[in-house]
């Protein structure tokens, strides 16, 4: 790695080939939601019947219409420097009744978004699922159901076929834990059950679909590489305390190791699966889940990093024959002075993102990784619109430099990361949160047939990554 610095100004290269560029999902941008054969995803139909729970009312019908505006957009990730974009394929777009006939308008669209990002040199990450459950198999059980796992499977192996020529890193999930967090145990997301056991079988089938996705694409002998993306919150404790880090121990089994360990070791952490026996939580695990799990280790890492986890020893005891929460073994630790993001209220912490590193490198054999988000959601970024007529979001671009810095320090210390995409390319729809926080390096205006403008941040990434890198003061 070229590391060159000067005693004035401090400069961060990058390897050779490090990918710059960004994340985005199929649902969050596409828009079109009944257009040319697409059925409603679990979104589309929660939006329908429950419009107030999305911010100002917004819901997922156009987003930020990606479909029709898909050669523009790309022409701006060329603008704001991109070499790589993730995006996800919508099942509920490609295989609308989540089984059987694949939906050829579908399959049009994908091949000239895939096409058009190749000739603009910018390769194409794709995810195949983005907490966008069909709802036609939300119908049959969603993640609770083995019929649903085999349809996803499905999917799946439809798509490396479909498009597996050209893409060359595939992710089966993106933050596959949100949804046990949002639907099965803190109602905010649609089916808004609230039951731990409920939420540890869609953890486990989850788990088990990842798996047999990652069989199906060694047996099609894909000219690839495949792996999940993870939302990953390393715990720290209050103190050092053993209570305190018994507590950071148990919150970062359940939030982070659940789905880390199966998916890179190939088996579940032994200490959680006690957890859960001994309060009799335990999913049930069907003969071959545990071998198809073994047998499927992820080529390749996606971290995604926003926030860390503070926690501190449970300082009340909770009352008898309360359904378990994860809450019941530890509680949040607010930690004086911390630094944070007022309009999403997340810590904003860069040096974690170096410690993620060092375990990857130390406990999880340096496999490669890249961190496939990183942002800050800013509500109100009108405010910040400069007489040209653009964004100054002079904070985002702190934001990223600040990240960065560690990642740098991360890769001189060994550490196997491939490249940074940030969240996000262009300001998005975000589930409940619709538009309220923009994330994107393009302004969209909504009130201005989707109008695109690139924000500072924008032009600064385009330097970022045309320099492999950047250079303090
Ligand atoms: C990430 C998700 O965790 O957070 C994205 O992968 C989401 O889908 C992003 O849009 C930002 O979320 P929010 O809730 O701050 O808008």
Same mark, same amino acid.
């Given at each position: /790695?070229?590391?060159?610095?000067?005693?004035?100004? +401090?400069?961060?290269?990058? +390897?050779?080939?490090?990918?710059?560029?960004?994340?985005?999902?199929?649902?969050?941008?596409?828009?079109?939601?009944?257009?040319?054969?697409?059925?409603?995803?679990?979104?589309?139909?929660?939006?329908?019947?429950?419009?107030?729970?999305?911010?100002?009312?917004?819901?997922?019908?156009?987003?930020?219409?990606?479909?029709?505006?898909?050669?523009?957009?790309?022409?701006?990730?060329?603008?704001?420097?991109?070499?790589?974009? =993730?995006?996800?394929?919508?099942?509920?777009?490609?295989?609308?009744?989540?089984?059987?006939?694949?939906?050829?308008?579908?399959?049009?669209?994908?091949?000239?978004?895939?096409?058009?990002?190749?000739?603009?040199?910018?390769?194409?990450? /794709?995810?195949?699922?983005?907490?966008?459950?069909?709802?036609?198999?939300?119908?049959?059980?969603?993640?609770?159901?083995?019929?649903?796992?085999?349809?996803?499977?499905?999917?799946?192996?439809?798509?490396?076929?479909?498009?597996?020529?050209?893409?060359?890193?595939?992710?089966?999930?993106?933050?596959?834990?949100?949804?046990?967090?949002?639907?099965?145990?803190?109602?905010?997301?649609?089916?808004?059950?609230?039951?731990?056991?409920?939420?540890?079988?869609?953890?486990?089938?989850?788990?088990?679909?990842?798996?047999?996705?990652?069989?199906?694409?060694?047996?099609?002998?894909?000219?690839?590489?495949?792996?999940?993306?993870?939302?990953?919150?390393?715990?720290?404790?209050?103190?050092?305390?053993?209570?305190?880090?018994?507590?950071?121990?148990?919150?970062?089994?359940?939030?982070?190791?659940?789905?880390?360990?199966?998916?890179?070791?190939?088996?579940?952490?032994?200490?959680?699966?006690?957890?859960?026996?001994? =309060?009799?939580?335990?999913?049930?695990?069907?003969?071959?889940?545990?071998?198809?799990?073994?047998?499927?280790?992820?080529?390749?890492?996606?971290?995604?990093?926003?926030?860390?986890?503070?926690?501190?020893?449970?300082?009340?005891?909770?009352?008898?024959?309360?359904?378990?929460?994860?809450?019941?073994?530890?509680?949040?630790?607010?930690?004086?002075?911390?630094?944070?993001?007022?309009? =999403?209220?997340?810590?904003?912490?860069?040096?974690?993102?170096?410690?993620?590193?060092?375990?990857?490198?130390?406990?999880?054999?340096?496999?490669?990784?890249?961190?496939?988000?990183?942002?800050?959601?800013?509500?109100?970024?009108?405010?910040?619109?400069?007489?040209?007529?653009?964004?100054?979001?002079?904070?985002?671009?702190?934001?990223?430099?600040?990240?960065?810095?560690?990642?740098?320090?991360?890769?001189?210390?060994?550490?196997?990361?491939?490249?940074?995409?940030?969240?996000?390319?262009?300001?998005?729809?975000?589930?409940?949160?619709?538009?309220?926080?923009?994330?994107?390096?393009?302004?969209?205006?909504?009130?201005?047939?989707?109008?695109?403008?690139?924000?500072?941040?924008?032009?600064?990434?385009?330097?970022?990554?045309?320099?492999?890198?950047?250079?303090?003061?």
């Amino acid at each position: /790695m070229d590391n060159k610095t000067n005693r004035t100004s +401090p400069e961060y290269r990058f +390897p050779q080939g490090f990918w710059w560029g960004s994340a985005a999902s199929g649902p969050q941008t596409e828009g079109a939601a009944d257009q040319d054969g697409r059925k409603p995803s679990i979104w589309d139909y929660w939006y329908s019947i429950e419009p107030n729970c999305f911010h100002n009312d917004v819901g997922p019908e156009n987003t930020s219409n990606f479909y029709h505006m898909f050669k523009e957009d790309i022409q701006l990730m060329k603008e704001t420097g991109h070499t790589s974009f =993730r995006t996800s394929i919508q099942w509920s777009r490609l295989i609308p009744d989540g089984v059987g006939d694949v939906n050829e308008k579908a399959v049009t669209f994908y091949n000239q978004v895939i096409d058009e990002l190749l000739a603009n040199d910018i390769e194409p990450f /794709m995810n195949l699922y983005h907490f966008d459950m069909p709802m036609c198999m939300q119908e049959k059980g969603g993640w609770e159901s083995r019929e649903v796992i085999e349809a996803y499977v499905n999917y799946a192996a439809t798509c490396f076929r479909l498009f597996g020529d050209r893409v060359k890193h595939w992710f089966t999930f993106n933050e596959p834990i949100v949804p046990v967090e949002a639907s099965y145990l803190y109602d905010l997301h649609y089916p808004n059950v609230v039951d731990f056991k409920r939420g540890a079988t869609v953890a486990h089938h989850t788990i088990v679909a990842h798996a047999k996705a990652v069989e199906a694409f060694k047996k099609l002998n894909v000219d690839g590489k495949i792996g999940i993306i993870l939302n990953l919150t390393p715990s720290y404790p209050r103190s050092q305390d053993a209570a305190d880090v018994k507590a950071a121990h148990i919150a970062d089994l359940i939030f982070n190791r659940s789905f880390l360990d199966p998916v890179t070791k190939g088996e579940y952490p032994k200490d959680l699966i006690e957890i859960l026996k001994d =309060r009799e939580l335990l999913p049930i695990v069907e003969p071959g889940d545990l071998a198809v799990i073994r047998d499927n280790p992820i080529d390749i890492l996606g971290v995604n990093y926003y926030q860390p986890r503070r926690v501190k020893a449970k300082e009340q005891s909770v009352p008898a024959g309360n359904p378990f929460m994860p809450e019941h073994l530890f509680d949040p630790y607010i930690m004086p002075g911390r630094k944070i993001n007022p309009h =999403r209220g997340w810590e904003i912490c860069e040096e974690v993102i170096y410690d993620i590193m060092m375990d990857i490198r130390d406990n999880y054999g340096n496999l490669p990784f890249f961190i496939s988000e990183n942002g800050m959601g800013v509500e109100g970024e009108e405010k910040f619109r400069n007489e040209a007529g653009f964004i100054e979001d002079d904070y985002r671009i702190e934001f990223i430099q600040e990240h960065l810095k560690w990642v740098h320090k991360g890769l001189q210390e060994g550490a196997n990361c491939l490249g940074y995409h940030l969240w996000t390319f262009i300001d998005n729809w975000s589930w409940t949160n619709a538009y309220k926080n923009r994330y994107g390096l393009v302004e969209v205006d909504l009130q201005n047939n989707y109008k695109r403008t690139i924000k500072k941040s924008g032009r600064w990434y385009k330097t970022l990554a045309e320099n492999n890198g950047f250079t303090v003061g």
